[in-house]
């Protein structure tokens, strides 16, 4: 089993949001150090707080609803802490302190970068953005091509929304880095490294495990 694909591969279902939450924080946490906040505590009381042992070896949970179990290596069912977390905190759909397998609209998603940066979901010490709607007309490279290499200019991740037609679903990419008119790609459902074209990634569809797809609609930090 390897730590990093159940760390940043989504431990259940619907938890795309989250993983894409998680990285997105990480890269600007990396970007500006002082943004410091940890879920490991030495007696972990509260939402989403756990032990180092837990930090590293994932929560042992009996909620198997939407596990992941390609990721599951020991008959004990885990779950990696910062997902756990962003989902128990963040979560607009049930209750704080829900850690199952639930999907995160866009202020979810808002919240879960905030939470992951700050440990408080309504931080104004940083903003997040939402720029396009999953159902746009306009691709969002037209629309907001400025914004997009702005933010990539500044080596900062962004959470692509992505409305897969095949299956008549969204699910949450991140947006690693921008290039001229060449899109990194990284697919929380799998791992996935996907290289596309701007015009791939924002209009006509890129191709991934989970089928043909179209960036509409993302979440960056401003």
């Given at each position: 089993?390897?730590?990093?694909?159940?760390?940043?591969?989504?431990?259940?279902?619907?938890?795309?949001?989250?993983?894409?939450?998680?990285?997105?924080?990480e890269q600007y946490k990396r970007l500006?150090?002082?943004?410091?906040?940890?879920?490991?505590?030495?007696?972990?009381?509260?939402?989403?707080?756990v032990t180092a042992s837990e930090y590293?070896?994932?929560?042992?949970?009996?909620?198997?609803d939407g596990i992941n179990w390609k990721?599951?290596?020991?008959?004990?069912?885990?779950?990696?802490?910062?997902?756990?977390?962003?989902?128990?905190?963040?979560?607009?759909?049930?209750?704080?302190?829900?850690?199952?397998?639930?999907?995160?609209?866009?202020?979810?998603?808002?919240?879960?970068?905030?939470?992951?940066?700050?440990?408080?979901?309504?931080?104004?010490?940083?903003?997040?953005?939402?720029?396009?709607?999953?159902?746009?007309?306009?691709?969002?490279?037209?629309?907001?091509?400025?914004?997009?290499?702005?933010?990539?200019?500044?080596?900062?991740?962004?959470?692509?929304?992505?409305?897969?037609?095949?299956?008549?679903?969204?699910?949450?990419?991140?947006?690693?880095?921008?290039?001229?008119?060449?899109?990194?790609?990284?697919?929380?459902?799998?791992?996935?490294?996907?290289?596309?074209?701007?015009?791939?990634?924002?209009?006509?569809?890129?191709?991934?495990?989970?089928?043909?797809?179209?960036?509409?609609?993302?979440?960056?930090?401003?």
């Amino acid at each position: 089993m390897e730590t990093d694909k159940f760390k940043y591969i989504q431990n259940r279902k619907h938890w795309c949001w989250a993983v894409a939450c998680k990285m997105v924080g990480e890269q600007y946490k990396r970007l500006h150090p002082e943004f410091d906040f940890t879920i490991v505590r030495v007696r972990p009381e509260g939402y989403g707080y756990v032990t180092a042992s837990e930090y590293k070896n994932g929560v042992v949970t009996d909620n198997i609803d939407g596990i992941n179990w390609k990721l599951q290596w020991t008959y004990k069912v885990r779950v990696d802490a910062w997902q756990r977390a962003i989902v128990m905190n963040a979560n607009t759909g049930r209750y704080i302190g829900y850690d199952g397998d639930i999907g995160g609209d866009d202020e979810a998603k808002t919240r879960g970068i905030k939470y992951y940066l700050t440990g408080d979901i309504h931080s104004d010490r940083v903003e997040v953005e939402t720029l396009g709607f999953y159902d746009d007309t306009v691709s969002l490279w037209e629309r907001y091509r400025n914004q997009l290499i702005e933010s990539a200019s500044r080596q900062e991740y962004i959470i692509g929304n992505a409305v897969l037609h095949d299956k008549n679903e969204c699910h949450s990419f991140v947006i690693l880095c921008m290039e001229g008119e060449k899109v990194m790609l990284y697919n929380t459902a799998d791992g996935e490294i996907l290289y596309c074209s701007a015009k791939e990634t924002f209009s006509c569809g890129f191709k991934s495990r989970l089928g043909i797809g179209i960036i509409k609609w993302v979440q960056r930090i401003v």
